[in-house]
């Protein structure tokens, strides 16, 4: 069943069509996975973590973007997303991939471990945000240290996914496969919060604007993992 899962997820990412030619991409066929219908709602563990604006946001959500994400340093002066330096689009999520998520990650009482401990520091992968209207909620996946991290308001809600380990890497890998340069909508005077050039001179604007973050990516050193705070899945 878990094998089955990554042959979907590679053929689950769709791109908004005009606005992103460049990063376009189809599903070859259709997916053949189907929500359980026993997990239809947010568990309750997670839902009132979160708050019902943030669970509106996810449940109602009308696009769902995604952006490849990792730890800032100090030195960081590029886009941020909730404290962390953005490194690239990875596209808007298809419902298919939408539902899968919520009914696997967020559904699901087995993918979920609310009252087990690891001791592991999440590692940022990606960042979905559900977006409402103006409003949003942002869910952080993290491999290998397995885990779901949502935001919203100032407040951050990390859930152990271990169990869903396959799930998370088979979403995370196409996705980050897929990644485009990032850089702000309103430097395009786009309103979509997609940040992909499309003209010559936009291109040539992004590639002026994104070169301190690759030399920053370039001249990255692992660091030692931190011991504290809230991306540490075991309390001291």
């Not at 559900?130 to 240290?145: A, E, K, N, Q």
Request: charge should be negative; proline fraction near 6%; aromatic fraction near 8%.
């Amino acid at each position: 069943m878990l094998l089955r899962f990554a042959f979907i997820f590679l053929l689950s990412l769709t791109f908004a069509s005009s606005a992103l030619a460049q990063a376009q991409s189809s599903a070859a066929t259709q997916p053949t996975w189907q929500p359980n219908p026993e997990y239809d709602t947010i568990l309750d563990e997670i839902s009132s973590a979160i708050g019902s604006a943030a669970l509106q946001n996810i449940t109602s959500s009308e696009q769902v973007f995604c952006y490849q994400i990792a730890d800032k340093p100090a030195n960081y002066t590029g886009y941020t997303l909730d404290g962390m330096a953005i490194v690239g689009f990875c596209g808007i999520i298809n419902q298919e991939l939408q539902t899968l998520i919520k009914s696997e990650l967020m559904m699901n009482p087995d993918n979920i471990l609310f009252d087990v401990t690891e001791n592991c520091v999440i590692k940022p992968q990606i960042m979905l945000r559900f977006v409402r209207g103006i409003d949003s909620t942002d869910v952080l996946l993290s491999s290998p240290c397995h885990a779901m991290a949502i935001f919203y308001g100032g407040k951050i809600s990390a859930f152990n996914a271990k169990p869903a380990a396959p799930i998370i890497d088979a979403i995370i890998e196409p996705l980050i496969k897929n990644k485009v340069d990032f850089a702000s909508p309103a430097l395009f005077n786009q309103l979509m919060p997609i940040g992909v050039a499309q003209t010559e001179e936009q291109k040539a604007l992004l590639q002026k604007q994104n070169e301190p973050i690759r030399n920053w990516q370039q001249e990255q050193q692992a660091t030692a993992a931190r011991k504290s705070g809230w991306n540490k899945l075991k309390a001291d």
